[in-house]
Nanobody, 124 residues
Framework: QVQLVESGGGLVQAGGSLRLSCAAS????????MGWFRQAPGKEREFAAA????????TYADSVKGRFTISRDNAKNTVYLQMNSLKLEDTAVYYC?????????????????WGQGTQVTVSS
């Protein structure tokens, strides 16, 4: 059974940092791209960042570019999201996901497995 477990969420003040982790089990994900999405209350789930299977290629939403960094450790089947200079509008539930296609996707439909999410709350 495939399982993705996010951790690292919490409450942080604006301008602060958090590092999210997503541990995958049940399958070796080193051949697949992985991504992070987020969903704020009353809004649709939106793409944040994605990384290729090797880690050589990354892509970001404009809203997080320059502040967030996605990385992965294939030996640990884990993907990370380093979030710096956090803003109030970054408050959301953050989800990691795995896509089985050959090319990085930036829409939710392009992903095949999802975690349960971790809450990130940015306060003023």
């Amino acid at each position: 059974q495939v399982q993705l477990v996010e951790s690292g969420g919490g409450l942080v003040q604006a301008g602060g940092s958090l590092r999210l982790s997503c541990a995958a089990s049940g399958r070796t994900f080193s051949s697949y791209f992985m991504g992070w999405f987020r969903q704020a209350p009353g809004k649709e789930r939106e793409f944040a960042a994605a990384i290729s299977w090797s880690g050589a290629s990354t892509t970001y939403a404009d809203s997080v570019k320059g502040r967030f960094t996605i990385s992965r450790d294939n030996a640990k089947n884990t993907v990370y999201l380093q979030m710096n200079s956090l803003k109030l509008e970054d408050t959301a539930v953050y989800y990691c996901a795995v896509g089985l296609a050959k090319v990085i996707r930036t829409t939710a439909l392009g992903y095949d497995y999802w975690g349960q999410g971790t809450q990130v709350t940015v306060s003023s």
